[in-house]
């Protein structure tokens, strides 16, 4: 996080791709690393890291590192910035949300 804020993206890539080997799971290295490649226009990219923290929360129903409605709300617009399927990705998203909010609420 501090190459992230010191706007050294590449170290901050190779930092967080080694936490990633070691543990493919780690949240916090996958939403950062999802905020590089942002920066760094691999949308893509970005989207397939938060999809994996979706998929660990779904598949472990245990609360994640951040709010998982900020990991929905980003991945969906970066969905929207690639202009690409936005509209299934805003119903399955809305189908989530919905589980999440009747489980714990």
Known sequence: VCYIRLHKL????????????????????????SYVNRQNGRLKDAISNLSKIIAHYDNHKKPTSFPISRIYETRGALFHQLQGWWWVVFVVDMYYMCMYYMHYT
Do not use: C, V
Not at 13 to 30: Q, T, V
């Open 10 to 33: 590449t170290e901050a890539k190779e930092l967080f791709d080694s936490i990633l080997l070691r543990d493919p799971n780690n949240e916090k290295a996958l939403f950062h690393s």
